[in-house]
């Protein structure tokens, strides 16, 4: 499976993107936005899991830009204070997490998302 990760928090996506290669996803990350695009541009995931706010461009801005590039994307959102909006924006399709994210957790709800 192809994951892109993107968090503007360097030190949880590094480690995140480095827990799920060892556990054999190919996994490439962003801390920005314009640079998650970027990848996207060169390459196809098969799900993206974003974090909900970002400077610039947050999460659900950033999924409906992927969107046009890769409409067979599949998402999941990561938040560290979330709010009932977030969670319904969030919740449709794949899921909604909340950080710290158990990383087993993340792996189901991301094998579900490609499932569906």
């Known amino acids: 499976m192809r994951v892109l990760l993107v968090d503007d928090e360097e030190e949880f996506v590094t480690t995140l993107a480095e827990r799920l290669t060892i556990r054999g996803f190919a ?3 962003a801390t920005k936005a314009a640079d998650a695009l970027v990848l996207a541009g060169k390459n196809v995931y098969d799900i993206a899991v974003l974090d909900m706010k970002m400077p610039v461009i947050g999460g659900l801005q950033l999924r409906e830009m992927l969107e046009r590039q890769h409409p067979e994307m599949k998402f999941i959102f990561l938040t560290g204070h979330g709010s009932e ?10 899921g909604y997490l909340v950080k710290p994210v158990d990383i087993n957790i ?3 709800k991301m094998k579900e998302a490609i499932e569906q």
């Open 85 to 94: 909006d977030d969670y319904r924006a969030g919740s449709t399709g794949a």
């Open 106 to 108: 993340l792996i189901q």
């Open 27 to 29: 996994v490439e990350y």
